[in-house]
């Protein structure tokens, strides 16, 4: 299996990738086939596939924020049972991350965001019939990578840029070092709002979220 970085809305694998997240994700989570021109040509945006005999059978974004020496896991998808996808795509994640950090001052990296859906606030979601997706059973396995719920009710704007608000997800952190059972408020809001810098039509709640936040010190991070 092969590890492989996709950089263009033209290469042939990158076809290949965005069938298989319209397969997997509900429509408000998959940004259009031409809009991800741009940020596949970002460098500070990572997109790879694994590739199993010349086919895309699992597909994780990430990106790395130098500034706060944190990383952005923005979506894995593990499309094939039987391949140890998940753990594929994880293990090269973390070392790829961790050769940024490195690179990046030498340092460990501090640790991974990532918006992981709660199925015990809504049971509605639709992951294609694909087994490995179930909310339930991604959760425990993020859970069991190392990833912590941030002690707040969580909302994000719509990837279609509609103005919506999506629920149904808690925003976690995979703190490296065990020791860390909190985060900054102002790293959480500074990076809520860099992350999200690409949608101009924010709702409400969203607005209301982040204001609350910046009115906190610290943030606890709890279990799954």
Not at 3 to 14: A, G, H, T
Request: glycine share 6%; aromatic share 12%; hydrophobic share 40%.
């Amino acid at each position: 299996m092969e590890y492989v970085r996709v950089q263009s809305i033209d290469e042939p694998l990158f076809k290949q990738l965005h069938d298989l997240m319209k397969e997997v994700f509900p429509p408000e989570e998959v940004l259009e086939f031409s809009l991800w021109k741009e940020p596949l040509e970002d460098p500070s945006i990572f997109v790879y596939v694994a590739v199993h005999e010349g086919k895309v059978v699992g597909i994780t974004e990430y990106r790395y924020y130098p500034q706060w020496n944190v990383a952005m896991t923005d979506f894995t998808i593990v499309g094939q049972a039987g391949l140890s996808l998940g753990r594929f795509l994880a293990n090269n994640r973390l070392s790829h991350l961790q050769k940024i950090a490195q690179e990046n001052g030498g340092q460990q990296l501090q640790g991974m965001f990532a918006e992981i859906y709660d199925p015990y606030q809504k049971e509605d979601f639709d992951f294609g019939g694909v087994p490995m997706m179930n909310p339930f059973v991604r959760r425990e396995v993020l859970s069991h990578l190392g990833y912590q719920r941030l002690d707040f009710k969580y909302v994000h704007p719509s990837w279609e840029n509609n103005g919506a608000a999506v629920s149904g997800l808690d925003l976690c952190f995979m703190p490296i070092s065990k020791e860390l059972t909190e985060l900054p408020a102002s790293l959480v809001v500074d990076f809520l709002t860099t992350y999200y810098s690409v949608l101009p039509d924010k709702p409400a709640e969203w607005l209301t979220m982040v204001e609350e936040l910046k009115k906190k010190e610290n943030v606890a991070l709890l279990p799954l």
